[in-house]
């Protein structure tokens, strides 16, 4: 299949392209920007006018709940839903049911992932066996079937030995170890931020240092051991200011945040709004405005969905019962768009929080349109309207602290490996 993508806006953050250029692929791969190859004749054309062309979106947390929980999503639906919001790569949390924690299962799910030929999943695998918390698991036979780094998802690890041998092992083999900090004593029981938002609404809180103090005690852990760590969710201002340090002192150490706590604090909770309870809290409006920033600086790596569906009868409870997590696949892009218009940040270098910046924290070469590279595409109009309903999503989970809202931004056309897997 030849394709010829014409008259787009062709933004490309790891090379530097951000200018209206034709795009031409061939048996999957890209051949040519701007100049047509020597007879090339394509199969298909695409117009791409007053659209933007940039690589397929990289999502650095989505949890596809397959294995174990099918009945609040499954493969299909969730991958229709990374197509259908321009992601053609993802990675998957080992929180699954059985969790991650052998080969055979990792295998499993990447075949299954593979036959439906939508987007390239990237498995995490399991720290120790079964989360407990207990034992390491064979890091080195999980990253034979296919892991692409190891982490505890939202599971406590409350024993700083094994967590050290972890890293031990880890920086042994060149594997990442990812962790979302939260002390799990100061986070007992807790589901929102601790300020005044929590306090008016009677919610038991967490405070800010549960993820400060974890934080802490993993950056002296990366200073004992040499492991290369990516710290999952930073939610705080003072999370913030360690990674800083941190980076300023050489650790090899990378970060994300999710799209809810680019936007949203303690306060959209609202009225007991149980779509806003996430993991971690949302916090206060100091804390997103530092996220925000160091997003825009470059502290901060990359953005991620946190993709979490939920069925419907886990969040029509109180608030305090409520399963944490939100949706997010289909929102990716227009957040992030959003957030750079409200943060004046550039295109070429807002697309490269969900592109190339996941790419090189996964050590990938994709998330860019090189020649010769695999041809994931994403062909999106950034002044397109829409309004985030449940009917809207292709997501089986309709949960999200957005519904509601009106988007800017729509994918119309996604590819992988040069073929179409969304059109809309």
């Keep these: 299949m030849k394709i010829h993508i ?41 117009d791409a006018k007053n659209l933007i062309v940039c690589p397929g979106l990289i999502d650095l947390a989505a949890r596809l709940r397959e294995p174990g929980f099918e009945y609040r999503a499954t493969l299909e639906s969730e991958m229709d839903a990374a197509v259908a919001g321009g992601v053609t790569s993802l990675v998957c949390p080992p929180d699954t049911d059985p969790v991650l924690d052998e080969p055979g299962l990792v295998e499993m799910l990447k075949h299954r992932a593979k036959s439906l030929n939508q987007a390239h999943v990237y498995p995490l695998g399991a720290l120790t066996q079964g989360l407990a918390g207990k034992v390491l698991t064979e890091m080195a036979e999980l990253h034979d079937a296919g892991c692409i780094g190891f982490s505890h998802a939202d599971a406590p690890l409350i024993d700083t030995t094994l967590l050290m041998r972890a890293m031990e092992y880890a920086a042994t083999f060149g594997f990442t170890v990812w962790l979302r900090p939260q002390d799990t004593f100061l986070a007992e ?22 993820e400060t103090i974890a934080l802490s005690t993993i950056l002296y852990l990366m200073r004992e051991t040499g492991a290369r760590v990516h710290i999952c969710r ?13 980076k300023a002192e050489g650790l090899p150490v990378t970060c994300d945040i999710s799209i809810n706590h680019a936007h949203l604090c303690d306060r959209d909770i609202g009225y007991f709004d149980a779509n806003a309870n996430l993991m971690p809290p949302l916090r206060d409006q100091r804390d997103r405005d530092a996220l925000r920033a160091a997003l825009s600086d470059g502290a901060i790596d990359a953005l991620c969905s946190d993709h979490t569906p939920v069925d419907e009868d886990a969040k029509q409870v ?26 004046k940040v550039p295109l070429l270098d807002a697309l ?60 119309r056309y996604t590819l992988m490996a040069g073929h179409g897997v969304y059109e809309g």
């Design 6 to 46: 014409k008259n787009g806006r062709l933004i490309d953050p790891k090379n530097k392209i951000d200018r209206v250029a034709d795009l031409y692929i061939a048996a999957g791969k890209v051949v040519s920007i701007s100049k047509a190859p020597d007879a090339f004749h394509a199969n298909r054309e695409i």
């Design 189 to 210: 029981g807790g589901v929102a931020h601790d300020g005044e938002v929590a306090t008016r609404l009677g919610l038991a809180a967490i405070p800010a240092c549960a």
């Design 234 to 246: 930073l939610s705080s201002r003072d999370g913030v200011a360690l990674i800083r340090q941190a």
């Design 318 to 343: 109180p608030f305090a019962e409520a399963e944490t997590g939100a949706t997010g696949l289909e929102l990716l892009l227009p957040l992030t768009l959003k957030w750079a218009t409200e943060q």
């Design 352 to 411: 490269a929080k969900i592109t190339s910046e996941p790419a090189r924290i996964l050590g990938l070469n994709n998330g860019h349109l090189g020649l010769g590279q695999t041809a994931d595409v994403c062909i999106f109009d950034p002044a397109a309207p829409w309004r985030v309903e449940a009917k809207a999503l292709k997501s089986q989970g309709k949960n999200t602290p957005f519904l509601g809202y009106e988007m800017l931004g729509k994918v």
